[in-house]
């Protein structure tokens, strides 16, 4: 017959002051809540002292279906690209690359996408500013051609598409365009 262990005080101290703290942060609550037909969820968070903010983000599922109508386009106009959604702080959600998309398409989409989402601009305007503001090629993980597209919720960026690879940027933004279309649908 084995015999149970006697719980330490030190360890009964622990344990205890641990379940107080959650208790007492009892008053943290974090709610998903679908904000709307883009398919954004919002993440309400609250604590003592108000050290939370409200942030919006896309799902996973509106990621995709924005990427596969951006691939869809695409496809219409038998053109081989490939595409990224990113968040609202430029973390890559997804990326498809679409058959017969070139090898630079991939990585070209994401930096599209992070530039978009970065300036809350399509990326084809953002080129034009470089005309007084050359130095802005510099920044890490941009890139300044067209093809990059912003998703907005209230007029603020929550997350962005770029796409890469066919023959010229105005179709690149073309297709990146009708991936954010598809999130209004």
Do not use: C
Not at 137 to 148: C, E, N, R, S
């Amino acid at each position: 017959m084995k015999h149970a262990r006697k719980t330490s005080t030190r360890t009964r101290v622990v344990i205890g002051g641990t379940v107080a703290g959650a208790v007492a942060l009892g008053t943290f609550a974090v709610v998903n809540a679908n904000a709307g037909s883009a398919g954004a969820t919002a993440v309400v968070a609250d604590a003592v002292g108000g050290n939370l903010q409200e942030s919006t983000h896309l799902t996973l599922e509106a990621a995709t279906k924005a990427a596969q109508a951006t691939l869809d386009a695409a496809k219409k106009e038998n053109q081989r690209v490939s595409v990224a959604v990113v968040d609202r702080n430029g973390n890559t959600i997804l990326t498809l690359r679409g058959d017969g998309a070139g090898p630079q398409a991939y990585e070209s989409a994401v930096k599209k996408a992070y530039t978009a989402v970065s300036w809350n601009a399509p990326t084809s305007e953002l080129a034009k500013r470089l005309a007084n503001a050359p130095t802005l090629k510099d920044i890490p993980g941009t890139l300044f051609l067209a093809g990059g597209a912003p998703v907005t919720a209230k007029g603020a960026p929550i997350a962005a598409i770029g796409v890469a690879g066919a023959p010229s940027g105005d179709l690149d933004e073309k297709f990146a365009q009708a991936g954010v279309a598809a999130l209004g649908e």
